[in-house]
């Protein structure tokens, strides 16, 4: 579903407005992931560089930058210098230390703001910040000792989940409890100061909506998509969501508002559960291209990863239409090393990533299938 004309709150006056970055301009990226990687790439067919920002020495990104600092986040004089040779930051994940995004922030402009990047890295402020705008959430507790994990689990039930409130993704730093555990005992099983409880969702599908907000105000939404799982990390997204109409425009709307209420500027996905009396909840934000959003670089007028560079850059945002129905399948781990027999199909579109190391749970590439015809 195309998105549909938003009501922009304008974070300035048209005058006042910042001019769009011109071609030859510096995109500095704080990650060299994937993400990153497809990112720059994207950022050098619009005629920008990009300078990565990482601790790691092999990270994907590295091979199509231009530019490339290798240092702690936490290093001071490597960010400043990082700072003077950009002209605009953004990130590739989440999971970066937010007082160095601060600090960077007084030095050139971050976008998405360190005030999303917050939200977004703290499970009990996200689900706060969205409970307050009126959005529906999986219902939750702020957990910090094993007392309040057992007042949590009385007031929520069982099964329930418990995460790390910080730092987890792919299923990681996350426990499943149900009536066969003894709840206290799992308290120093997850090996951190702040949790959350999140009661269990019987829910009919998971979905996600990629959601772009400019330095104007405007926002454009991709359809949403069905997500499936195993082990935790994402296996495969169906583009569109085979959901009803209203369903669709109802999680558009979702994103919408959770875009304008965190004054985005940037791009986010907004991860989602349809339950079975077709509720939606949103389970949790990313302030970045996402994985469940790949299928764009394909199938869609304007992929993800051109859209985040226009909407960082203060471009005007491109057309999120998809011009045909996708599906997207990861290769994790061992699955690289079958790639050969995708190239046999002529509707796959393949991508890898270029990581030397195969490891069980990497994210090694992805193929995407286009439909032959979009009915």
């Known amino acids: 579903m195309n998105s549909k004309p938003a009501k922009p709150k304008k974070l300035e006056d048209d005058s006042k407005s910042p001019p769009p970055l011109r071609p030859g301009s510096t995109i500095g990226i704080l990650g060299g992931g994937q993400l990153g990687r497809m990112t720059a790439m994207a950022a050098a067919d619009m005629g920008y560089h990009v300078h990565v920002f990482c601790p790691e020495e092999d990270a994907p990104a590295i091979e199509v930058a231009k530019s490339v600092t290798n240092a702690s986040y936490r290093n001071e004089n490597a960010m400043a210098r990082f700072a003077s040779g950009v002209d605009v930051v953004t990130y590739e994940f989440e999971n970066i230390p937010l007082g160095p995004v601060e600090e960077l922030a007084k030095l050139v402009p971050v976008r998405p703001s360190p005030h999303v990047l917050k939200i977004s890295q703290h499970r009990v402020l996200e689900k706060e910040a969205l409970n307050a705008m009126g959005v529906a959430t999986t219902p939750f507790r ?67 909506v990629i959601v772009a907000r400019d330095i104007l105000g405007n926002v454009e939404c991709y359809c949403p998509v069905q997500n499936k799982h195993e082990h935790h990390i994402l296996a495969e997204t169906i583009a569109p969501a085979p959901i009803p109409e209203a369903l669709a425009a109802k999680a558009e709307d979702i994103a919408r508002r959770i875009a304008i209420g965190l004054d985005l500027i940037g791009l986010m996905a907004v991860e989602m559960f349809v339950t079975r009396d077709d509720d939606i909840l949103v389970n949790e934000l990313a302030p970045r291209p996402h994985n469940s959003g790949h299928w764009t670089m394909d199938a869609c007028i304007t992929s993800q990863f051109q859209q985040v560079v226009r909407a960082v850059c203060g471009l005007p945002l491109g057309s999120p239409e998809h011009l045909r129905k996708a599906r997207m399948i990861n290769l994790i781990g061992d699955d690289v090393l079958n790639w050969e027999r995708h190239t046999t199909a002529p509707n796959a579109k393949i991508h890898l990533y270029g990581k030397k190391e195969v490891r069980p749970g990497r994210k090694m590439g992805h193929v995407t299938f286009l439909q032959e015809n979009n009915e």
């Open 142 to 208: 702020p957990v910090n000792s094993a007392q309040e994990l057992v007042a949590a689990t009385n007031a929520l039930g069982l099964p329930s989940v418990l995460k790390t409130a910080q730092m987890g993704y792919d299923g990681k730093g996350q426990i499943m409890i149900d009536a066969t555990r003894h709840v206290p005992s799992v308290w120093p099983e997850l090996k951190c100061d702040e949790a959350i409880l999140e009661g269990f969702v019987r829910f009919r599908m998971e979905i996600s």
